[in-house]
Each structure stands twice: as C-alpha cells, then as structure tokens.
C-alpha cells in the first residue's frame, strides 16, 4: 500500500478559517500547493487539518507536497495536533499519510477515538515501535482480531510481539482458524504438536532472517539481473545458505511465520523441512504463486502428503504444467497421476510412455492409451 491510499475521504469541513478557500476542492491549483508547501501562515491546529485534506488530493504533486510538510513538521509542532483529534475520520488521515512516521502514527495508535480498522491498517505496514504499541492493547485486539492477523503478516513486527498476540488469540479462542498456519500454531501453544526445534532465533536473529526473506533476495535479483549467470550464482547462493543456516536454528512456530511471509527462496528452502507441520504451511502461504506450485508439483524429494495435498487443490491443477509435473513425479500418489494422465497431449503421454522416471504403473497405462489410440 502506497503512502497515499486513503481510507474515508476528509470533508472541506476540516478546514479552518482562508484555509477552507485556499485548499478546498474548488481552489486553484496554485493557491493548493502553496498550502500544501505550508507557504502560507496558519496556525498549527488550522495548518496540520489541512495539510491532511491536502494528502487526498487529486493533483499528486499536491499531495506529495502536502505529506512532505507533514513529516518535515517539528515533532512538537505536529504532535500536540494529533494528540488533540478526536474525529476517527481525521485519525485515519493521519494514519495513512504519516504510517511511516513512527512519532505521528503512535499518536494516532494511542488515540482512544481511533477506529478499530485504522489500528487494523497500521498495522499492516507499521514499523516494530508501532507493532508493539498496537500489541500492548488487548482490549482492541479481543474486539478486532484482524489486527493480530495484520501484525502476523508485518515482516516488521517482532517475533516476541507476534507470539504474544498468538498466545491472546489461542487463550481468547478468537476465531483466526482463515489465516494460514494459525493452527499449527495453536497446535504448538497448546502442547498438542510438540516444538522440538530448541530455542529457536533471538527476536534480533529472527528479525535478520525476515529481512533476507522479505528483501534481501528480492534486491539482489534485481540488481544482478544484468550481470553474468556465475556471479549472480554466486551472490544468491550466499544468500541462500545465509537463511538455510538461519532457517535451521528457527523454532517451528518462527518456520511457520517466516513460510507465510517470506518469499519464493525462504518457501524453496521449508517445503523440505522435516517437520510435516512446517512443509505443509508452505502450501497454505497467501503468497506462494503458480510458479512455485508447478515446480513443487515435480519435486521427487517431496513427501507423498505434499503432493496429494498439491493434486487435490483444484485451483492448482487448472495449471497445465503442474497436472503434468504430477504425472511425471514418481512420488505423486498413482491415483491422481492416472487420473491426470488423462488430461495429457499425445506428445505428453507418449514422453510418459517412453520415460524410466516415472512410476511403471503410469507407464503402462501411457502405453495401453497409445495402444487403444492406434486401434481406433
């Protein structure tokens, strides 16, 4: 989410006083950016309001400007300001302009007459300060579970505060069952799936490790994209091996966060986890792509569990190319690699006829429909 998405749009009603002529909806633009640019004299509880309204602005350059003066404001300036809102509509404004500015969107936290999903929205984005500001309010995180959900999805928030809120959802018996992996967790704090990874990371290991799994490999694709295929191997094996290690040491309930927040690398490396619970949250991961589905689906180091868990998802094997990895998996239970070898062109089925990697039993039957083909 962009730093001007909005939630509710701020009404002229904000502004105060000339303000409401030189920032409304009607006033040029000119008269707009010199506002927006805090051009003009106004006091801080007339200028801060408006500057807000200005952040929705059509024009981008105004907006810009307007959230620009907004974080170059003197903390004691500004703060004061926020303090004093008691309208949710311009809390959620300042919410959503300012989320990255740790100072103002403590403020806006804090609040009492916050809304409930503007918290929500923080914490989606917010740095691990705000993350465990929000965490330390029970009460709200009883009365909006999604903001536990937003917290567990933050690669900023901190491990510690994400458990804590997990054990308040456990306790509480919140209904989180719909986010991916919050069973398995439960099933950890529960005692009824044993925690055997030892200790796991530090708060500050496990904070490294997101860090890589959330953009370190991102960043290093990208800039490499142009360089030569030896050293762009080299560098991303050093990464690889560089969460590999970290991932080792992680206890199952940091392997289950990080398979549903991390990226395509940190999910390569659990799929092959020992541990069912953790391999098995890869699949539910709300980012795991087609792609990955498809190289999975023809993985041969995969448990038979994995891949039935792959064959029965129907959304995965509308794919072509993942029916077809199924049939050619030697892994793959027969009963969905013959279900899916039906559906295989005649080059297909021939190269599955022919192929020794693939189960005998599928083989056969590549042949006996080549056969009946020819007959007919």
């Not at 805090?38 to 801080?44: D, F, G, N, R, T």
């Amino acid at each position: 989410m962009g730093p001007f998405q909005t939630g509710v749009q701020l009404t002229e009603e904000v502004l105060q006083g000339p303000l409401r002529t030189l920032a409304g909806r009607q006033a040029q633009l000119g008269a707009r950016l010199r506002v927006a640019r805090a051009l003009l004299p106004a006091p801080p509880d007339s200028l801060v309001p408006a500057l807000l309204f200005l952040t929705q602005d059509p024009d981008l350059d105004v907006k810009k400007a307007a959230r620009d003066s907004l974080v170059q404001m003197p903390g004691e300036v500004l703060l004061p300001v926020i303090q004093g809102f008691k309208d949710p509509q311009v809390l959620d404004a300042t919410g959503r302009a300012l989320a990255k500015l740790d100072s103002a969107a403590l403020e806006v936290v804090l609040n009492n007459h916050t809304n409930d999903d503007t918290v929500r929205w923080l914490a989606t984005m917010a740095g691990s300060v705000v993350c465990d500001t929000i965490a330390r309010n029970q009460v709200r995180a009883m009365r909006c579970p999604a903001i536990i959900e937003a917290i567990y999805f933050n690669p900023a928030a901190a491990q510690g505060v994400v458990q804590s809120m997990l054990e308040l959802a456990v306790r509480s018996n919140l209904p989180l069952d719909h986010i991916p992996g919050f069973r398995e967790t439960r099933a950890i704090l529960l005692g009824e799936e044993v925690d055997d990874s030892g200790g796991g990371l530090s708060d500050i290991e496990f904070a490294s490790a997101m860090l890589i799994a959330t953009g370190q490999a991102d960043l290093a694709a990208a800039l490499l994209g142009e360089l030569p295929d030896e050293v762009r191997a080299l560098i991303e094996e050093k990464v690889i091996k560089s969460l590999g290690a970290l991932i080792a040491r992680m206890s199952v309930s940091q392997k289950i966060r990080i398979a549903m927040v991390g990226d395509a690398m940190t999910r390569k490396l659990l799929i092959r986890d020992p541990k069912k619970i953790v391999s098995m949250a890869v699949l539910k991961s709300p980012r795991l792509s087609d792609n990955e589905i498809t190289v999975f689906a023809g993985n041969k180091t995969l448990s038979e569990d994995l891949l039935s868990n792959i064959a029965r998802n129907r959304q995965w094997t509308k794919d072509y190319a993942t029916r077809r990895a199924l049939v050619f998996n030697p892994k793959c239970p027969i009963v969905f690699a013959l279900m899916y070898l039906r559906g295989l062109t005649s080059k297909d089925i021939k190269l599955c006829a022919n192929s020794r990697d693939v189960s005998q039993t599928v083989s056969r039957q590549a042949k006996h429909m080549i056969d009946a083909a020819q007959r007919r």
